[in-house]
Structures are given as structure tokens and as C-alpha cells.
């Protein structure tokens, strides 16, 4: 489970950047419904923001990974060094 605060900062990027996808295909839809001309320009901005999308998705999956990793390894030490007892079914490393 995330920490509150790093929770909202999650639906802040996430939100963000899913508005940033759509004005940017309002930016590149925009042109072609007015029959003006195209340019090959207006695909940065989408470009931009599903890279930012990419890099929350992959930045979120690492910590989770890691996260995953530290907790066994806290529970791992609990238990043999310093002797302590399981209290949670969801920790079973005792």
C-alpha cells in the first residue's frame, strides 16, 4: 500500500499527464477538422507527454519491486537476528 502523500503525488502525474495526452491530440486533431495545414511538429507534444506517462509507469513498477524486496529483507532480519516472533500472516519469512 503507498503512503497517502505518495499516493495523491501518483493520481497528480498520472492525471497530468493523461490530460497532457488528450490536449495533445486536440492538438493534432484540431488542425485536420479546420482543413488547415499539418505539420509533422504536432506530434511533440504527444510525444512528450506519453514519455512522461512511460517513465511514472516504470519509475512506479521499480519501487514497487524494490519495495517488495526490502520488505522481505526487513522481515528476514527481524527474525533471525533479532529473534523476533511473526505477528502478521503476511509476512512470512519466521
Known amino acids: ?9 501518483l493520481i497528480v502525474w ?19 477538422l479546420k482543413d488547415e495545414p499539418f505539420s509533422v511538429s ?14 511514472g509507469y516504470i519509475l512506479v513498477s521499480v519501487g514497487l519491486r524494490m519495495g517488495q524486496d526490502q520488505r522481505e529483507a526487513i522481515a528476514g532480519y527481524l ?10 500472516s503476511d509476512m512470512n519469512a519466521c
Open 42 to 55: 504536432s506530434f511533440i507534444p504527444l510525444a512528450f507527454t506519453v514519455g512522461i506517462v512511460t517513465i
Open 1 to 9: 500500500m503507498f503512503h497517502p502523500i505518495v499516493l495523491l503525488f
Open 14 to 32: 498520472f492525471g497530468g499527464s493523461l490530460f497532457g495526452v488528450g490536449l495533445a491530440i486536440y492538438h493534432i486533431t484540431d488542425p485536420l
Open 79 to 88: 527474525c533471525t537476528t533479532l529473534d523476533a516472533e511473526e505477528v502478521s
